[in-house]
């Protein structure tokens, strides 16, 4: 028995260790433990309510916008404040906008180097690359040409022993299996990517105003005046620089990223036996269509076990069943007490002892919903919307099925999805779903407005007396809840329960471990010193519990992050 | 294009400096043409969309480094890639040299950059800074104004200087 402690706080504080039990080459047990004390909602109270969003934004410096439409979902949702047309529909395009931008960075710039050998892309055959990916794609980066030239870029660093970027990875590892050509396709694809990224974050800042905060929002709606002639508003040349990013975005999550997940999904067809961990998943429905978040573009639910046939949906804004079933534990976490709560009930009062594997070992706490733990993220809405028939969803996951199996010449089923490539490909999945949902949407704000419904804002007003709200929004991390409690105009009380507490939370009284714990157990580990496997699997949830501040440690020497005992 | 990009989160004391510095800087002195100053909060990775295509960078930060809260302390380009990035458990972690090699990697990523950095005395939840960190925001400042120069740029300040905007200390 040996043990693996991943642990990258030793540079800065903050952030998420892993811990992982190894026997025979196979993860046993796994902790999973955010290291850094939040506790950020506390700032709140007290506040003006209408102000939460500005603060709540800046919990995370990744997941700005998803704080903010929580947080005024939330206030709104306290005083049943209705929210116009055009309001739901900007905030709609922004999130998709968001949505795009981050499951990009996420799959090539933030994990794609975990499965993509970069080294062994300098072997490739520039012309049968282009061949290869010729036969799968149609897209204009695939040239023989562009290809040499990155290859040639890549041997330049190399030659210079400058690998920048790509000096860090597991270069050589075992569990490393593409052939030369996909590597260097997706290192190509790689450097495309991080243009994409920014042309999709420019439709958040035409729409919000400003990145990486927003500043367009506020509880009742959008601070979006709307004057199709006129330079200073929402006008018409705005709304068509934002049409124009979307179609060629949608050429690219097409053309490239779909082909690339499937592609190399395909090769890695035995990950998709490993990381399934918890198979409880929830997602909440999203991209409202009225007033009053009735009706979704994005349907939600509940699904308990893998049993895809058993789905509860969660229908609306006001939904009980959501409202009534999510509790946070800290029976595991540092904080005082051993509680179980509703968020509304929640204190935050940490009390940190050391790391105890059979005790205390993390400061996030672990959230349940009717006391078990959930997996959240692209693949429980996947899941979900599978599950819920709805449409776009099942084209597009049957799509990759079909797809990923002709290349690994099998037959996949929507079972293969449990697993850590299933993860990949589920955040894949959405993303195609979201790229043709922001054109919808696109489409609804502009006939809207050509009805002449210009209404962005609906005045909130603060009765006397205590209102409770909840907001939800399912971000790109998944199912995100921000908890209110209001008295006589003011914050009394405020919870926000992120998706990668869900995913990233310890164990609780009933010693249930969390998804992240779960899902480790069973992977295979070849070089303890180079735990590449593990990485995969806590990437492929795309963990972001670390952004909540930036001190820069420049003079710090190497330390080593990797402890294998 | 130069762009002044202030980095860290402002709901966690003295991390908020980047932000803080930054919008003091733009309420006192006027935006030279040509230049773009950002409180960009804690993007991780997410920081290389405001890399790509710049002639250079001037980052405004807390740092690590032995000495006196409030101390400043300048880096270039060469100090801050000096030690090698590690791997991240989070794909978010504070990505400053990762976006740096990253934008590189596609051969647009600015080719000066200066760290303008301040030894912070408290790093926890809350809204203000510590004194010695609040009285170092002129003197960051003024290493910003000396790093523009160098690149030929001129501060001027403005004939009526307006109220920084710090809505989070309010």
Redesign the interface.
Known sequence: MSRIT?D?VT???G????DAEIDGGVVRKAWSSGQM????E??LQGRDPREAW??TQ?????C?TVHAIASVRAVENALQLEVPLNAQYIRNIIVAAHAM?DHI??FY???ALDWVDVVSALKADPAKTSALAESLSTWKGNSRMHLAGVRD?LQG?VDAGQL?????GYWGHPAMKLPPEVNLLAVSH??EA??Y??KV?QVVAILGGK???IQNLAVGGVANAINLDNQATLNMEKLYQVKDILDEMQDFMRQVYFVDVCAIGAMYADWLGYGKGVTNYLSVPDLPLDTRGTQFDFPGGVIMNADLNNVQEIKTFNEPFFRENVTESIARAWYDGDWSKHPFEESTDPKYTQFEDNGKYSWVKAPRFKGVPMQVGPLAQVLTGYALGHKPTVFWANKTLETAGSIAKTTLTPAVLHSTIGRHAARMIRTQVITDLALKHWNLLVNNIAKGDTDIFNEPVFPKGEQRGFGFHEAPRGTLSHWIVIRDGKIANYQAVVPSTWNAGPRDAEDQPGPYEASLVGNPVADAERPLEL?RT??SF??????????????????A??KAL | MIRVLG??????GD?GF?PFAVRVLEATYETPDGVEFV????????L??YL?GMEAVIFV?????AGHAGEL?I?DRS??L?????????????A?K?AL???????NGPKDVT?V?VI?AW?A???TLSPPVETAIGPAIAAIGQTLAALGVTLKRRKHPRVPDI??AA
Not at chain 2, 7 to 12: E, S, Y
Not at chain 2, 39 to 46: Q, R, S
Not at chain 2, 82 to 94: A, M, S, V
């Open positions: 991943i990258p540079r800065i504080e952030h998420l260790r892993i004390f939040r506790g950020i506390r700032i500005l603060f800046r919990f995370c410096g990744v700005t931008h960075v996420h710039h933030l994990s870029k660093f920048g970027i790509f000096q860090n790689y450097l991080l243009e990224q920014r974050n990145t990486p905060n990485i806590v990437h795309d963990p972001c519990l670390a952004c909540a501040v930036h001190t820069v440690d420049v003079e710090g020497n190497e330390i992050r990797v | 980095l860290g989160n402002v709901l966690m991390d980047g409180d960009v909060g804690t993007p991780g990775l997410d290389t969309p790509l930060d807390t740092v690590k480094s302390r880096y100090d801050i000096r030690h090698p990035p590690q791997t991240r458990t989070g794909g978010h972690d504070p400053l990762e090699l990253t934008v590189d990697a596609v051969g760290l950095g912070p790093v939840t809350g809204v809505w989070w």
